[in-house]
């Protein structure tokens, strides 16, 4: 990777005066967020779902605002896979004025979760500022990034003056693809239109961080490992009948007695340098019995009490081993009638350093009867994880700009319990990044469930943050 500046020079480099923030509630008036507040609610609120939705539109949206900013039909790619009207995205690059410097990527998916109107409280479709937090499908995943991206595009070449180095947005289509019909628009472009993509280094979602009981960010995570998603059907098949004549192997009480033994599979402990940094350094933060132990389990990953502890945090044991769950089920044809199929989805998340087989091995042994069959699914899979070097010409400046806007802020390197469209990006040898800025509840987020909500004071101050790390990274 080319180097932007030593580590010693990044910080002295940093000190120089950014463009100021402050710590002014989100909710003072500033004329600067009039548009990229316009840009987010038009983002959030064109419904880019797998059933019913456009990302293609949602690209050319964005793709307007571009232009209205400067920017060139050439330096502007739609790109709309053949067969795929509505799984669009967009390609923007604002040129840098030394070639010799790799370019960097600015990665976001514009693509939800679904989300049915009458679960939630409010309009999943309609942005809502509430009490602090603005609420939407997609509020926080990933459109808040991704409106923060396109803004910082517009606001760099508002600047009229070109960055040092190349920079490029990339809004695709179909991370959050959870069947066999969903087409990643990040690993299409990666197939097809590498040249687009192709990058010295990234940055992406799944950094952010933590609420601090008091509001504001308690720290500044940024991703650097991550689980590799893998998903299996557990299927039972049986000749059926009438059910006036119930039968003891009946296809759905096999399928539930064999859930009920996955539900007590719990795979043993694993870290990585990653995961004990993490534990070391976010368990020193806490004062509580939690963070103590880990402490301990960092400094001695054997230590099964100490692994205990820490599994009790719902939040935390996913760190620490590759972890399975089943999402959904299907069974039946007729009321009135035995089933002649019961399957299950499992969605298992494995860590660095196993594989789906032996994850699959696992799970045929707790299941432990041949009549279930453990299917690996047909849903599209991304590449397996690999993780980005901990960088200091990239850790360094997200350190230093973040002691800017979040003075005494630690910033924590971390591994995702979750995927992003990074494992995709490695297969062309782009280290990615996520990046922080945009901290959140993790228990009241609402991320792929109901109320999605982000902080408004989070959008706010994680839009200035990321606008200056990116302007001080394309002028290195």
Known sequence: MYRLV??????????????????????????????????????????????????????????????????????LTIYVPEGRPRDGGLVATLAG????????????????????????????????????????????????????????????????????????????CGEEGSNERVLNGAGWLVDHRPELVRAGFAFNEGGGGRTAPGGGPETLGVQVAQKSPRNFILEVTDRGGHSSQPRPDNAIYR??????????????????????????????????????????????????????????????????????????????H?????PQRAAASVNCRIVPGETADETRAAIERVVADPQVKVLRSKIQERPVAESAPLDPAILTPIAAVGAKHFPGVPVIPTQSAGATDATYLSKIGVPTYGIPGLWNDPATAG???????IPVDALYRGRDYIYDLVTYVVQR
């Open 6 to 75: 030593t580590a010693a020079a990044a910080a002295a480099a940093l000190l120089q005066p950014l463009a100021a923030t402050g710590q002014a509630p989100a909710a003072a008036a500033r004329p600067d967020r009039t548009a990229f507040r316009e840009l987010y609610r038009e983002l959030v609120e064109t419904n880019t779902t797998s059933s019913v939705g456009d990302c293609t539109q949602a690209a050319r949206q964005v793709a307007t605002r571009l232009r209205a900013a400067g920017y060139a039909d050439s330096d």
């Open 97 to 172: 004025s030394d070639a010799k410097r790799p370019a960097l990527l600015l990665l976001a998916h514009i693509d939800v979760v679904e989300a049915k109107r009458e679960d939630w409280q409010r309009d999943p479709f309609k942005l809502i500022e509430e009490d602090g937090y603005f609420y939407a499908r997609g509020a926080s995943d990933d459109k808040a990034q991704a409106a923060i991206f396109a803004d910082t595009m517009i606001r760099l070449k508002q600047r009229g003056t070109a960055p040092k180095r190349t920079v490029k947005l990339a809004l695709t």
């Open 255 to 332: 399928l539930a007695a064999a859930l009920t033994r996955l539900s007590t599979l719990r795979f043993p402990v694993k870290l990585n340098p990653v995961s004990l940094a993490y534990l070391a350094k976010a368990g020193a933060l806490r004062k509580d019995a939690t963070g103590a132990a880990m402490v301990r389990l960092a400094a001695a990953p054997g230590d099964p009490a100490a692994a205990e502890a820490v599994s009790r945090d719902l939040a935390l044991d996913p760190l620490l081993r590759t972890t399975c769950v089943a999402t959904m089920l299907e069974a039946g």
């Open 334 to 338: 007729a009321a009135n009638a035995l």
């Open 447 to 453: 991320t792929h469930g109901l109320n999605e909500r």
